[in-house]
């Protein structure tokens, strides 16, 4: 492993590869419950994205250049690979795929368009506190869990974001790289139009989004068409912005209809 490399973990040894690329504050460990569903048949790659789990650190938040580092692990393989990113993971697998279209077979996004979102606040406000505690003295994870409420109160994001919360010694670091992250923040929302301008990816690909989520909408539906003309969206019930979490059960039988070659689009 490089300085550049992206750190995987891999599941299933036949079949065609499926890659998956995790959101802000995730892990490629994140989707490992719904990977030992398609793992048996298939390759599967669990990726950390670049400032994520143990990943390298970049100096920027950039999405051509997080989904050129995708691009090479794809290299490896020597054949096409399915594509599955959630949110920031969703951005960069578009990206990857209009700029490297040769390296995906097919591509599953997941609760996020290609457009620009301006709604921040609360991802600002985690940052902030995550921040925080890590200048705090905290003893345990109960003492960072209590240190983390007032500026994350739902429980299931705390959850969540203390995934990624490591002990080094007598003190505590978090994984994902904060400061740069917190200070690209409206990168991190926005879309690359400029270095996609003109192109297409003209494999099939499914939209996942949660019926309760505004990351994708009929307003965006023109930018989603424009780039990838094969798309069929699905929208399932019950679940928001984390809908492979929220329903693992609907989302991994979508999934594997979709990456079955003889169901799949």
């Known amino acids: 492993m490089t300085e550049t490399d992206l750190h995987t973990t891999t ?3 036949q079949g065609s590869p499926v890659v998956f690329c995790h959101g802000l504050f995730g892990q490629g460990k994140n989707w490992t419950q719904i990977a030992k569903q398609v793992a048996g048949n298939h390759r599967v790659t669990l990726v950390d994205m670049p400032n994520h789990g143990r990943s390298p650190w970049t100096e920027r938040h950039d999405y051509v250049e997080a989904a050129g580092m995708v691009a090479d692990e794809l290299r490896e393989f020597g054949e096409p690979a399915a594509l599955v990113g959630h949110s920031m993971g969703g ?3 578009m990206v990857a795929a209009l700029l490297h279209p040769e390296l995906v077979e097919r591509l599953v996004v997941v609760d996020v368009s290609p457009v620009d979102y301006h709604h921040h606040d609360e991802f600002r406000q985690y940052m902030d506190g995550m921040l925080a505690l890590q200048e705090a003295e905290i003893g345990t994870r109960q003492e960072a869990d209590a240190a983390l409420t007032e500026a994350v109160p739902n429980t299931t994001v705390r959850s969540f974001l203390l995934q990624n919360l490591r002990r080094e010694g007598e003190s505590w670091r978090w994984q994902p790289n904060l400061e740069v992250l917190r200070r ?13 301008e003109g192109r297409t990816y003209d494999g099939p690909v499914l939209w996942v989004s949660g019926a309760n989520s505004h990351y994708v909408t009929d307003e965006y539906v023109p930018a989603m068409d424009a780039l990838f003309p094969r798309n069929r969206r699905v929208v399932i019930k019950g679940a928001g912005h984390w809908v492979h979490s929220e329903q693992p ?17």
Do not use: H, M, N, Y
């Not at 690209?184 to 996609?196: K, N, R």
């Open 11 to 13: 599941l299933g040894e």
């Open 184 to 196: 690209d923040l409206d990168q991190l929302g926005s879309w690359p139009a400029e270095a996609v």
């Open 249 to 265: 059960a609907v989302f991994t039988e979508v999934l594997r209809r979709f990456l079955d070659p003889a169901t799949g689009s």
């Open 91 to 93: 951005k960069i697998a």
